[in-house]
């Protein structure tokens, strides 16, 4: 599936969609949940830059929450993405 994002750059969200199994699931991300588990940016990255980078393992991560029971949209937590 191609993932559609949306970047709210004033509020430091990232809106995404995961496809699992046969239904897409909107999932967030903030700046500040990222900067969490992996500490800064570097000056020329962007969060949606970070998130295409990590495609495959976010992807990976909202698709296990939501088989676990989690509620839509799926949310990340720092502690999430601790893989």
């Given at each position: 599936m191609d993932s559609q994002q949306s970047f709210d750059e004033r509020k430091g969200?990232?809106?995404?969609?995961?496809l699992v199994g046969q239904e897409?699931?909107?999932?967030?991300?903030?700046?500040?949940?990222w900067q969490a588990a992996y500490g800064p940016f570097t000056s020329d990255a962007s969060l949606l830059?970070?998130?295409?980078?990590n495609l495959l393992t976010i992807n990976a991560i909202v698709s296990k929450k939501v088989r676990t029971?989690?509620?839509k949209p799926v949310v990340l937590s720092a502690r999430d993405l601790e893989v």
């Open positions: 969200l990232l809106r995404f969609q995961v897409p699931v909107t999932a967030f991300i903030s700046s500040n949940t830059d970070l998130y295409r980078e029971g989690a509620r």
